[in-house]
C-alpha cells in the first residue's frame, strides 16, 4: 500500500516539473535567454544547445577564410563583438567575444629556409658546420656559387689552423675579413672570406611574402686553432615582429567588409 501511494506521489511530482525552462545568461556585454531541457538520467537540466569544439586552422590565410564564412553564418555583417589575435606563435578568432563562441586558431608553421636561419643564429659554428647551414640557405642566396666557392676555400686545402685572428680589411683590393692559416706541408696560405651575406626567406610555409635577412659573420680561432664562425643579426628580432605585423594587417585587409572586427597584433 504504502509501496503504491509512494509512486503517485512521485508521479504527482514528475507531472509539476517543466520539461523545459529558461535561464538568463550573462555574458560580458550583454545577457540572452537560454532554453534548458531536464535530464531523467542525471536529474538536473541541461543546455539544448549543442556545445562546439574549438577549431584548429592551419595558416592565416585559413584563418581569414574561416572567419568571413562563419560571421556570414551568424548573421554578423559589421564583425561586431569579433576579434583576431595574432602572436608570435600564431593567431586565434573568436566569433563572439560575449560568449566566448565561434573560436579557432591556428599554431604559425614557419617555413624551413627561417627555421635554418633562427636556429644557427649566434652559435660557433666550425668551418664544415658553417658550409652545411650555408648550403641549407641555398635557395634564399642569390650570389650562392660565388660565395660558397669563397667561403670553402680552406676545406679545399685540408686541414689547417689560424695562424692568426682574422682581420678586418677596407680599401684594398678586396674587402672582407683575412684569414692566415697554416697547411699540413708547413706552407702558410691566405683566404679573404666575406664579413656578411644576406638571405630572402618566406616567414611562413607556403608564404609569398620574402624576408631579407642581413648575416654578419664573426671569424675566431677555437681551442684548436681551428677556424670558428658565429652568425649574427641584430634586427632579427624586428624583422620576426614586423613579419607578425604583416600578418595581422594581412588578415585585417582580407575582412575588412567587417568594419567592427577586431584585429591585434598581441605579443
Known sequence: MLEEITKEVTAALLRQRPEKINKTQYGIYSTRELELLYS??????????IYEQDR?????????????????R?????????????SMTGGQFIADEDFREGIASYNRIN????????KFLNQPLNHSQFLE????????IDNFHDLYQSFSAIRIVGKSELVSNPIFIRGEQKSGIKCTYALEDGREGEEILPENFSVKVPFVKAGETLYDIPLDLIYARDERDC??????????????????IDEAKFIKNETKEFEKLLVLSDF
Not at 531523467?40 to 544547445?49: I, L, N, P, R
Not at 584548429?56 to 556570414?72: D, H
Not at 647551414?133 to 634564399?140: E, M, T, V, Y
Open 227 to 244: 677556424l670558428s664562425i658565429r652568425v649574427i643579426c641584430p634586427t632579427f628580432e624586428n624583422i620576426e615582429e614586423q613579419a607578425i
Open 56 to 72: 584548429l586552422l592551419g595558416s592565416a590565410k585559413a584563418l581569414a577564410a574561416y572567419i568571413k564564412e562563419e560571421l556570414r
Open 74 to 86: 551568424r548573421e554578423n555583417p559589421t564583425g561586431d563583438k569579433a576579434t583576431v589575435r595574432i
Open 40 to 49: 531523467d538520467s542525471k536529474k538536473e537540466y541541461e543546455e539544448t544547445a
Open 111 to 118: 617555413s624551413q629556409q627561417w627555421n635554418v636561419v633562427k
Open 133 to 140: 647551414f650555408f648550403q641549407a640557405l641555398k635557395p634564399s
